[in-house]
């Protein structure tokens, strides 16, 4: 238990620092996550996992070159250990793996919505209209 609960806030951590250099403090907002249900319902394999996903997902977030070798036997090493510790983890990290995976495959439909979300006064504003301007 005590793996896990200092490395699930270091994990975090280095997932927003990936994300975020700047982000500072919104790595401070996993502390209140710590003491789950979960971990005191005793689901121990998806409480360690977490951290593993954190930091695999930070893994993959800051790799830009190509895949060799090295870089596939780590991320081969980190997914078996995602599905040692829960399957629902490792499912987890496939739908932010395959979501990051198709924003950069259309980077049309992100420049289009990041534009039109500049011409608004706050996000608000923005979000509650997005959808009645794609209506038919």
């Known amino acids: ?35 789950s249900f979960l971990l005191y319902m005793g689901f121990y394999n998806f409480c360690l996992g977490i951290p593993i996903l954190f930091f695999t997902l930070a893994y993959w977030f800051s ?16 997914l078996l250990l995602l599905y040692f510790s829960h399957f629902f983890v490792l499912a987890l990290f496939f739908l932010a793996a395959v979501t990051s995976l198709v924003i950069e495959f259309f980077p ?14 706050n996000k608000q504003e923005f979000y509650l209209s997005y959808p009645c301007r794609h209506l038919p």
Not at 108 to 121: D, F
């Open 1 to 35: 238990i005590s793996v896990y609960i200092i490395s699930f806030p270091f994990a975090f951590r280095k997932f927003i620092f990936t994300i975020n250099p700047q982000g500072t403090w919104t790595s401070y907002l996993i502390f209140p996550f710590i003491h």
């Open 108 to 121: 049309r439909n992100r420049t289009h919505i990041l534009s039109s979300a500049k011409t608004y006064s």
């Open 63 to 78: 790799q830009t070159a190509p895949l060799n070798l090295k870089r596939a036997v780590l991320i081969s090493f980190l």
